[in-house]
């Protein structure tokens, strides 16, 4: 971070000092701006609020103190190197810059770029609330969660983060990628009420078959083996994947069920791409031959 705002700072000497994009400027052009860069001095630091960022750089690294203290610099340049801080390095740096560090902006950025919906996001805060003491409940709730679903989600609700609803649920779910998969497929086994509300969070309208199954599995991870929860999801997407798109499964005839086969046989179709324990793999003709009784009107150039 130190060493990128030296280098902003860096290219503001420079062009000050009569280099441009194309190279070096003919040395008659230089002095001429050499002459207007004296001159023209005291507007330039009124105009950047009297603070001229390399000289104040330079200065402090001639002197061997260190980085530069971010309070003398102007507020919105501060706050956007803090930005680009995680909740641990941002806790560290309020122990020197206080003011800034604990700032609400910041802290509520680092809150919906983790967790992208909570419910209390839309609700009159309380009194008290700061979204710093609101990101170390996010934390605890999510390591709860990784341990124990059902306490991690009940956490969230006695914090008064997340509603007793299966949709808000499902919106937390959807935005959120710091919760553990495999937990998060046992959650959603047991609550097939969040999984419809998830699975309708989806929008496959004008996507690839392939690319919206992949899609799909991104935020609804399979389970490992085949069994009744894997059977659950295709079918749910299938649905899904055609109401999404109802000209073109009017167009090319396919129902639900056609679409599930296909599903099936891109999974197997991966499973034998994939997999070291199958010599020879399957050609494109195979595969056509295979998934075409579900799919008789789709041309072997759709496939």
């Known amino acids: 971070m130190g060493q990128g705002l030296w280098r902003v700072a860096r290219n503001q000497q420079l062009q000050h000092q009569g280099f441009s994009g194309q190279g070096y400027l003919t040395r008659e052009h230089g002095r001429r701006i050499a002459t207007n860069n004296v001159s023209n001095t005291n507007h330039r630091k009124q105009a950047q609020g009297g603070i001229d960022i390399y000289h104040l750089l330079k200065t402090r690294k001639s002197k061997e103190q260190g980085f530069i203290n971010l309070e003398m610099l102007p507020p919105e340049l501060s706050f956007t190197i803090l930005s680009y801080l995680n909740a641990t390095d941002l806790c560290l740096a309020s122990c020197v810059w206080q003011d800034l560090a604990n700032d609400e902006l910041l802290w509520q950025g680092l809150c919906k770029s983790t967790w992208g919906h909570c419910s209390i996001y839309n ?42 609803s299966p949709k808000e649920i499902a919106k ?58 894997l059977e659950t999801l295709i079918t749910k997407f299938s649905h899904r994947f055609c109401a999404c798109n109802p000209d073109l499964m009017r167009e090319l005839g396919l129902s639900p069920d056609a679409v599930y086969v296909l599903c099936y046989s891109l999974i197997l179709l991966s499973i034998d791409l994939t997999s070291p324990h199958v010599k020879n793999k399957m050609s494109k003709r195979e595969f056509i031959r295979n998934t075409r009784r579900a799919a008789q009107n789709i041309s072997e150039d759709f496939s």
Request: charged share 30%; proline share 5%; hydrophobic share 35%.
């Open 123 to 164: 609700k009159n805060p309380p009194l008290g609330f700061s979204f710093r003491k609101l990101y170390m409940q996010l934390d605890e709730g999510s390591l709860t969660f990784n341990a124990n679903p059902d306490e991690g989600v009940n956490y969230f609700m006695s914090k008064g983060i997340l509603d007793d």
């Open 172 to 229: 937390f779910i959807f935005c959120t990628r710091t919760l553990n998969w495999k937990k998060l497929r046992i959650y959603l086994d047991e609550r097939r009420d969040v999984l419809d509300d998830l699975v309708t969070l989806h929008n496959f309208r004008n996507q690839f078959l392939p690319n919206a199954l992949r899609e799909f599995f991104r935020h609804i991870h399979a389970p490992e083996e085949r069994g009744e929860y």
